[in-house]
């Protein structure tokens, strides 16, 4: 359902001030993590404070790294979260605070803090006011957590809502129009389901990837609406017979 959640820098990202600091702390870190926990937290507090000029990836991911060592090693839950916090404090309104409120809402999930975790999915535009692309992150992870949370409901209401305030990204992405699909789908709301699939049909780009994503979504929309699984497996058969 969700996407695989990328901390490394992008390839083309410009090299800032940090970058060779950052490498060099990194592999330190990376050991001493294994060894003293404390220890690599503390170093990696004090490098945050003497790298003013850390480019916010490297940074957010850091932010991830300590939190990691709290909640796990360290077993301090309430320190991982502040540390979440202090993260997002500092790169609000950047685009790579949202792996912070991911790994924020994933440690709230597993200490039993539903209501919070959600909480944290529905209050990210006040980290980066109308960013769709940070939204579009975002979206599949909260549509997970709401299935975990057997709220299969509000997860369609999610991405109906993401797709109708940003109706770019339906011509930009077929991944959240997919998404939106198959959860109706396995509603059994088929007309719905056609619907946006006839929409993304009609303004995908045009290219053969794009098409191809389409005429399959809309396919598959199609065929549930007005076949039963026994006429699609005699057509299948049909097709397959040679003779």
Same mark, same amino acid.
């Given at each position: 359902l969700c996407p695989i959640l990328w901390l490394a820098v992008p390839a083309q990202a410009a090299p800032d001030s940090g970058t060779t600091a950052y490498d060099t702390f990194s592999k330190r870190f990376k050991e001493q993590e294994k060894t003293d926990p404390a220890a690599a937290l503390a170093a990696a507090r004090s490098f945050l404070q003497q790298t003013p000029g850390l480019h916010p990836s490297r940074g957010a991911a850091l932010y991830v790294d300590m939190a990691a060592l709290q909640s796990g090693p360290l077993k301090d839950t309430a320190g991982a979260l502040a540390t979440y916090d202090e993260g997002l404090a500092k790169y609000a309104n950047s685009y790579y605070c949202r792996v912070l409120l991911v790994k924020k809402a994933q440690l709230l999930m597993g200490l039993g803090r539903g209501d919070e975790a959600e909480a944290v999915y529905k209050d990210w535009p006040k980290w980066v006011a109308g960013d769709s692309m940070m939204g579009g992150f975002l979206a599949p992870y909260y549509v997970q957590l709401l299935h975990?949370?057997?709220?299969? %409901?509000?997860?369609? #209401? $999610? !991405?109906?809502?993401?797709? *109708?305030?940003?109706?770019?990204?339906?011509? /930009?992405?077929?991944?959240?129009?997919?998404?939106?699909?198959?959860?109706?789908?396995?509603? %059994?709301?088929?007309? #719905? $389901? !056609?619907?946006?699939?006839? *929409?993304?049909?009609?303004?995908?780009?045009? /290219?053969?990837?794009?098409?191809?994503?389409?005429?399959?979504?809309?396919?598959?929309?199609?065929?549930?609406?007005?076949?039963?699984?026994?006429?699609?497996?005699?057509?299948?058969?049909?097709?397959?017979?040679?003779?």
């Open positions: 975990q949370r057997g709220k299969d %409901g509000p997860a369609q #209401e $999610a !991405l109906r809502g993401y797709l *109708q305030a940003h109706p770019s990204e339906v011509e /930009r992405d077929a991944s959240f129009t997919q998404l939106l699909v198959n959860e109706l789908l396995a509603a %059994g709301k088929t007309d #719905e $389901a !056609l619907g946006w699939a006839k *929409q993304y049909f009609m303004v995908c780009p045009y /290219r053969e990837g794009d098409i191809n994503k389409a005429s399959q979504l809309l396919m598959r929309a199609w065929t549930a609406k007005y076949l039963s699984t026994a006429k699609v497996q005699e057509l299948a058969a049909a097709q397959a017979d040679p003779t």
